[in-house]
């Protein structure tokens, strides 16, 4: 027995929803730390679109994008897939039987020559068109290639073409005399008879399609003229005409008796769905197929009991609202974060890295030093954009020393200057043409939960231009209802932030928005009026531990 998946899982290494530059390029580095160091292998994803100012940063330090996982629910493709060959719909009926007989097996995948799944045919299946064979007309009617008989009978092609195919005609025994075969046989026949001269030529005469002449590998050359004339494939084969005429309806290609209609599961399909499936139905196995129909192998029930959850590690995030969808039923192994605790749970102990730094990049940096594994130019050019960005050049009041000293060494590695690096990445950041107002907000944004149960959601821009700070101004005005709406959150905030004042102009939509801001910064807010906070940049530090104490006593 072949699983397809007994090899070790890839783990995935994961970031935040709406991913920021920090969440994509500390996956990137992190998974390069771990293949480095441990024996497992480790692959970045995304868990949404990345951003302008991330692009530019991959681009710029010729990575490429973790591919995007936005859901990790238990699916098909995290059981172990029991790898059956799949076979030409034209394998006979007794092959079939043979092949599943020596592999312990009741199903056969039918496959085409490019392994896209054709059929299925199950041992049940076999049984009944095997009982089916007293029928003498069931070779014709399943259409058989003559290859398929000189198999089974395990005979020799003595005259004809092994492109022959019988589609017509009925099988007839020849046991008599000539004169009790012309009432027998009729042109485009199948006639066994056995090394009698005179019934092999009163056969051929009559116009038979196919002689099959039994226990004998010698037929007269007479014979055999004769057959050429008449356009008659003639066969031998070492059995007899009891044993030939038991064995022949064998020769019929399992397609004729596969199912029509059949139950497969693609990679993707939720395991919760596959076990409803299963349950209606009485099927020992289900094929499986990728997203393109090409065949990946067969399940059963049991092999629901030998789920292998999807392994993450979290990056820059510890928030149950900002995890990849599925979380639940993963196996979280690692976080690595520099933000507040948050709400989420795991099912067992895992390595929980959390520092108060200002960027998650910088604990990874760190992490590299302490093994002592290099850091090439290009992935020190993503880490040092990573820092900066969260950091905003060093100005946010999330930035440590440890943060400045890992963006500065990582600069020398990268051979970049840090003020103009980041002024070229901002401004290509905060570039708005053709982004809707969704966009706008959803290039860096998260979800979060009060302790009085309050979802809000707050999103931010950093901005170095003013055009751009005023454009996504009037682009957001308006716009917050709807989009708190879809969001299914009770208040919506976002800030525009002034990287070079450092100072933050606030948006904000929902319920009792403007008391919690004015109760969290003590100054007052007017309705639909936009708030300018002097000092504040920090979402982290500044803004969400403000609004999460205000919210306490809603």
């Known amino acids: 027995?072949?699983?397809?998946?007994?090899?070790?899982?890839?783990?995935?290494?994961?970031?935040?929803?709406?991913?920021?530059?920090?969440?994509?390029?500390?996956?990137?580095?992190?998974?390069?730390?771990?293949?480095?160091?441990?024996?497992?292998?480790?692959?970045?994803?995304?868990?949404?679109?990345?951003?302008?100012?991330?692009?530019?940063?991959?681009?710029?330090?010729?990575?490429?994008?973790?591919?995007?996982?936005?859901?990790?629910?238990?699916?098909?493709?995290?059981?172990d897939i029991r790898y059956i060959d799949g076979v030409d719909s034209n394998m006979t009926l007794r092959k079939a039987w043979e092949t599943m007989r020596d592999k312990d097996i009741t199903t056969l995948p039918i496959t085409t020559g490019e392994n896209k799944l054709d059929g299925l045919v199950t041992l049940k299946r076999l049984a009944m068109a095997n009982l089916d064979s007293l029928d003498p007309h069931a070779v014709a009617n399943a259409v058989t290639p003559i290859s398929n008989i000189v198999e089974t009978l395990q005979g020799t092609l003595i005259t004809g073409s092994n492109d022959m195919i019988i589609d017509e005609g009925k099988i007839v025994i020849a046991a008599g005399s000539p004169e009790a075969m012309e009432n027998m046989v009729d042109p485009g026949d199948i006639v066994l008879v056995a090394n009698r001269y005179e019934a092999q030529l009163c056969a051929i005469e009559l116009e038979a399609a196919c002689l099959v002449v039994c226990m004998t590998p010698n037929i007269a050359k007479t014979i055999i003229k004769i057959a050429k004339e008449h356009n008659c494939t003639v066969i031998s084969t070492p059995y007899d005409t009891y044993a030939a005429s038991c064995l022949i309806n064998q020769s019929i290609p399992i397609r004729h008796p596969m199912a029509k209609t059949m139950i497969s599961f693609q990679l993707s399909t939720p395991i919760e769905e596959a076990k409803k499936v299963m349950g209606q139905v009485r099927h020992n196995y289900f094929p499986v197929i990728d997203n393109e129909g090409y065949y990946q192998g067969v399940i059963s029930r049991r092999n629901l009991l030998n789920l292998q959850r999807k392994?993450?590690?979290?990056?820059?995030?510890?928030?149950?609202?900002?995890?990849?969808?599925?979380?639940?039923?993963?196996?979280?192994?690692?976080?690595?974060?520099?933000?507040?605790?948050?709400?989420?749970?795991?099912?067992?102990?895992?390595?929980?890295?959390?520092?108060?730094?200002?960027?998650?990049?910088?604990?990874?940096?760190?992490m590299y030093q302490e093994n002592n594994v290099e850091i090439e130019p290009d992935m020190a050019g993503i880490l040092c954009s990573a820092i900066l960005s969260d950091t905003l050049i060093f100005?946010?009041?999330?930035?440590?020393?440890?943060?400045?000293?890992?963006?500065?060494?990582?600069?020398?590695?990268?051979?970049?200057?840090?003020?103009?690096?980041?002024?070229?990445?901002?401004?290509?950041?905060?570039?708005?043409?053709?982004?809707?107002?969704?966009?706008?907000?959803?290039?860096?944004?998260?979800?979060?939960?009060?302790?009085?149960?309050?979802?809000?959601?707050?999103?931010?821009?950093?901005y170095v231009s003013r055009k751009n700070r005023e454009t996504a101004k009037e682009m957001l005005i308006g716009t917050m209802e709807e989009m708190m709406e879809s969001q299914h959150i009770d208040m919506i905030f976002y800030l525009i932030t002034n990287i070079l004042d450092q100072s933050s102009e606030v948006l904000f939509a929902g319920k009792d928005a403007d008391t919690i801001l004015a109760n969290a910064f003590r100054c007052e807010v007017k309705k639909g009026e936009p708030l300018l906070l002097h000092g504040v940049v920090s979402r982290k530090k500044q803004f969400i531990p403000s609004m999460l104490n205000a919210m306490q006593d809603q």
């Open 311 to 366: 392994q993450l590690v979290l990056v820059d995030h510890n928030e149950k609202t900002q995890c990849v969808d599925g979380f639940e039923e993963a196996d979280i192994l690692e976080i690595i974060d520099h933000h507040r605790i948050g709400s989420l749970e795991t099912s067992g102990p895992v390595y929980f890295r959390n520092h108060p730094v200002g960027c998650t990049a910088t604990i990874i940096y760190q």
């Open 395 to 462: 100005r946010s009041p999330t930035c440590t020393p440890q943060d400045e000293y890992a963006a500065r060494q990582l600069a020398k590695i990268a051979g970049i200057e840090v003020e103009a690096f980041a002024q070229e990445m901002f401004e290509a950041g905060e570039n708005l043409e053709g982004k809707t107002p969704e966009q706008i907000l959803m290039q860096d944004y998260k979800v979060f939960v009060s302790s009085s149960k309050i979802r809000f959601g707050v999103g931010q821009g950093s």
């Open 1 to 79: 027995m072949v699983l397809k998946n007994e090899m070790q899982r890839k783990i995935c290494v994961i970031g935040h929803k709406n991913p920021d530059t920090d969440s994509i390029c500390s996956a990137i580095a992190y998974a390069n730390l771990k293949n480095v160091i441990s024996d497992r292998e480790y692959e970045p994803r995304r868990a949404g679109e990345i951003n302008q100012e991330t692009a530019f940063v991959l681009n710029r330090f010729h990575m490429k994008a973790p591919q995007n996982c936005l859901d990790v629910h238990a699916t098909v493709s995290d059981i």
